[in-house]
């Protein structure tokens, strides 16, 4: 059947590049959105949200995305040298850094030509909210493209904590920050399965202890208010599928979602707190899974304090493919201009 476009000029359009990285999905929006003003990626953030929030609904909710969707939107840079902002959304607002997306954004920058590399590993420069990424896209033996990321200053917040969450008891656990905080959970300590059977008991307590933990360990990020909130729970096992993983992760972040990687600022999270705890040392690099099985490589790069947090900066590796090129529409009289979600 052969669709004329022009039929449609009075929809709403909105122009994506679906892709996924380890597993996690990510709708990377290119048009629909007017310019977003703000001097700095926080400003356009909170301009977003007090503005144009009605968009993140309709590309991130039924009916078409789902409960467990993610979003990139890309701005002009606001550093000098960089190449590009990038906003990050969700089912539940606007998340502070993203690793997966980071990981497929610049992977896809570079294989659609928005990027062009003169010579490889070629660095991007990407303003984020939490602070400016580096990024790298090299090419391996095959001509496949490659990345890794450097994160923002990561940390331990806080170590050896409890909560009493209700219908399950007292739960055990750190706080860690790769560009949003986590309370990092050791599943097996609890007898909670990381299994993907087990999706529903994660989902469920991932949420419980989120709440509990905001409740009764507020967070003040030292030096942007707007980072200052708890994104979720990340569940963490030594039981993994493979015998070359360090260990596993399942994150539930938002309002529930559930990661299917092994989460990019959780697993830059998850290294400072094993540096600060002396498990791993200066540049040793290790695998974590993710409930579907996808793995990033994480190391503990250059030490350095944060204000009054010994810090690393995380070392990120993960792999990302395009799923798909989109051109949504609205239709004025959709009685579901918002969308909606039903997990």
């Not at 996924?20 to 953030?45: C, F, M, N, S, W």
């Not at 990321?149 to 331990?156: G, I, P």
């Not at 003040?220 to 979720?232: A, W």
Request: charged share 20%.
């Amino acid at each position: 059947m052969k669709i004329d476009v022009a039929t449609f000029d009075h929809f709403k359009h909105f122009h994506t590049i679906d892709a996924h990285t380890e597993g996690e999905p990510l709708r990377i929006i290119t048009g629909g959105y007017p310019e977003i003003p703000g001097k700095t990626i926080l400003e356009k953030r909170r301009y977003l949200l007090d503005n144009l929030d009605q968009y993140r609904q309709v590309l991130m909710f039924e009916p078409r995305g789902h409960a467990d969707m993610y979003g990139a939107l890309i701005t002009e840079p606001v550093t000098q040298g960089s190449d590009f902002g990038i906003l990050f959304l969700h089912n539940e607002g606007y998340s502070s850094m993203c690793g997966h997306a980071i990981i497929a954004v610049s992977k896809i920058a570079v294989e659609i030509g928005h990027v062009k590399p003169t010579s490889f590993p070629h660095n991007l420069k990407i303003d984020s909210p939490a602070g400016l990424i580096s990024s790298w896209v090299d090419k391996n033996d095959d001509g496949e493209l490659t990345v890794w990321f450097e994160n923002v200053a990561s940390y331990a917040h806080a170590l050896d904590c409890s909560v009493e969450v209700e219908g399950f008891g007292t739960v055990k656990y750190d706080i860690g920050f790769g560009g949003a905080y986590y309370a990092y959970v050791d599943a097996d300590a609890h007898g909670i399965s990381c299994s993907q059977d087990n999706v529903n008991q994660l989902i469920d307590m991932g949420r419980r202890i989120k709440h509990a933990v905001m409740e009764a360990h507020p967070i003040e990020h030292p030096r942007d208010e707007d980072l200052g909130f708890l994104y979720g729970t990340i569940f963490h096992s030594a039981k993994t599928t493979q015998e070359t993983s360090h260990s596993r992760h399942v994150c539930i972040f938002a309002e529930g979602e559930v990661d299917r990687s092994p989460t990019g600022t959780g697993v830059a999270g998850r290294i400072a707190l094993l540096h600060a705890k002396g498990e791993v040392a200066h540049d040793e690099q290790i695998t974590i899974e993710s409930i579907v099985d996808g793995q990033m490589k994480v190391s503990a790069m250059a030490c350095d304090d944060f204000y009054q947090y010994p810090a690393v900066k995380p070392k990120v590796h993960g792999r990302a493919w395009i799923t798909g090129v989109h051109q949504f529409m609205l239709d004025p009289t959709d009685i579901f201009q918002n969308g909606f979600i039903l997990r």
